[in-house]
């Protein structure tokens, strides 16, 4: 079976929230334990100017979701960044991954080469599809399920490589 | 041009080291400015048992040279964590990059069908070479440099996600 733009997107962002799924509800379980209130791992970051870990997890949303718009001509759903609670975010996570399983591999055919134009505040950036996928998309993804890992980590939740590793492996 | 196990990798990893190399310069210049001893930042960690800066530019470069050597049968270069200082940090990401640039898309031809095994300390664990890159090496590299940013930025060095994905892209 050769190596397709669908095999290097969409099983691999399922697989991402999958294990963003196992951290929050291992964050959960410590926050209940230490008696600490879930709003301080909600609005928990790595430095004042950085996205806390709701921030984190509704960026992988993006960047998943948006991948596929600019890879086809699917129409992607709009998610307003309004979550405020734990259950929330599981929310945001399932309708990602409600709408990355509509994704069918035929969809993403071709994908590779196709033009996706970003617009970033003081540049615009073309690229192929496939540069778009390796260069952009996979780096940012798997950076925001890190971040969130690192967040909880250094609040101290009880998480191990595994919980990143195994979710996506 | 169709997708490979080449395009997946080696340029990935060889763009991955330009941005940690590029945050090394910004945290070098930012110790400097502030009076603060690099050694503080090359110890640098986001939870007690987690690997300092220093151990994720290590385990990066483990994880780009040990893929090529379990996708192919090249011998790869041996490097026992020794590093004690920003400029051997540099060393150890240069050793890295000339090894993988003596790689060629050829080298990796067929290797998404090779078998890859594991062994951790609880499991064993075989992989075709395709998921090997996919669900273990990509996510687990990116890791590694996002966690290194995530260090960086949480120490108060001046970077941003263009310092990250600048590099990549």
């Known amino acids: 079976m050769p190596l397709t733009m669908y095999k290097l997107s969409v099983p691999a962002f ?3 929230f999958s294990a963003l799924g196992g951290l929050l509800d291992k964050a959960e379980a410590f926050a209940s334990e230490k008696g600490m ?7 928990a970051r790595l430095a004042p100017d950085m996205l806390p870990l709701a921030g984190q997890i509704q ?3 993006d960047t998943s979701k948006n991948a596929i718009g600019r890879l086809t001509t ?6 307003p960044d309004e979550e405020r609670s734990f259950a929330e975010l599981r929310e945001r996570i399932a309708k ?13 055919e071709g994908s590779e080469n196709r033009e996706v134009t970003l617009n970033f505040t003081k540049l615009k950036v073309t690229f192929t599809g496939e540069d778009y996928l390796l260069q952009f998309v996979l780096p940012n993804f798997y950076f925001h399920i890190t971040t ?16 990143y590793i195994g979710g996506l492996g």
Not at 96 to 108: C, H, K, M, N, S
């Open 37 to 43: 209130p879930l709003a301080e791992l909600f609005e």
């Open 148 to 163: 969130a890992y690192d967040i909880l980590r250094h609040k101290g939740v009880p998480i191990g490589k595994a919980d």
């Open 14 to 16: 399922i697989r991402g």
């Open 96 to 108: 990602t991954v409600a709408f990355l399983e509509t994704i069918r591999p035929g969809d993403l």
């Open 59 to 61: 960026r992988a949303s």
């Open 74 to 79: 699917i129409e992607t759903p709009r998610f």
